[in-house]
């Protein structure tokens, strides 16, 4: 079972970002799950829309196969949200699983494209049985902990914060074998074509989620393979 957990506006201009906090709540749950990633998803830059930096979301994928409570899970998640709070922040959080994560692509999509309401947001997750909250401020989060979620599960959007052991890799030249073994699935241009050999500059990756996947692109620059991040 996949479990998507989506969360947004959880900082102001001086604390840590909410992706952060993101890998932080995901590390203090990587024993109770097989497999653990964090993504970033990019949300519309408007005038209208009030974010700290550049409006951005995260989101925590799940797997296990043994049984969840999710109430239980969704209560965990938002205990330690609340003991990070970040005063001037506007906490939101998400929590689905399966289809009906899936169900909340239409509305990701559109929240990178259009000015959205928090009534909208309730109302969609009330329909599609989504656990949603605001935790704090306006409570403007819950827009996009909610797109963030399904986003992720569409999985064809946004880039990586945590996979693998992506983010052990030391900084430097590394070999496409290297970063292979670290967890990335495939390394490509921008084209598409797959690179098996050589040389990349390692200096924290963010392989693209493509194909419900880490993949990551990359352009020749001189002597090695420079990565490309994408959203």
């Known amino acids: 079972m996949n479990i998507y957990i989506g ?7 001086e604390s840590r970002g909410t ?9 203090e749950l990587r024993s109770d799950f097989q497999e653990i990633e964090v993504t970033r998803h990019q949300l519309l830059v408007d005038p209208r829309i009030p974010y700290t930096s550049h409006n951005s979301s995260a989101a925590i994928r799940l797997y296990t196969q043994a049984p969840v409570d999710l109430q239980a899970l969704f209560e965990r998640v938002q205990a330690w949200m609340l003991a990070d709070f970040i005063p001037g922040s506007d906490p939101g959080l998400c929590l689905a699983t ?5 169900a909340l692509t239409t509305f990701g ?10 009534a909208e947001a309730y109302a969609l997750a009330q329909a599609q049985r989504v656990i949603l909250a605001g935790l ?26 945590l996979v693998g052991r992506s983010r052990d890799l030391e900084s430097g030249l590394l070999e496409v074998d290297e970063i292979l073994a670290a967890g990335i699935d495939r390394v490509v241009t921008l084209e598409g074509a ?3 050999k050589g040389v990349v500059l390692v200096d924290r990756l ?5 194909g419900g996947r880490p993949v990551l692109y990359v352009e020749w620059s001189q002597d090695h393979w420079q990565p490309v991040k994408l959203n």
């Open 7 to 13: 969360m947004d506006d959880t900082d102001n201009h």
């Open 19 to 27: 992706g952060r906090l993101a890998r932080g709540i995901a590390a």
């Open 98 to 102: 399966g289809e009906d994560a899936q």
């Open 109 to 118: 999509r559109r929240a990178q494209q259009q000015v959205i309401t928090q």
């Open 136 to 161: 704090g401020g306006d409570r403007s989060g819950v827009i996009g902990a909610l797109a963030a979620v399904g986003l992720a599960s569409c999985g064809e959007d946004g880039r990586y914060l």
């Open 194 to 196: 797959p690179v098996e």
């Open 206 to 210: 963010r392989p693209s989620r493509r």
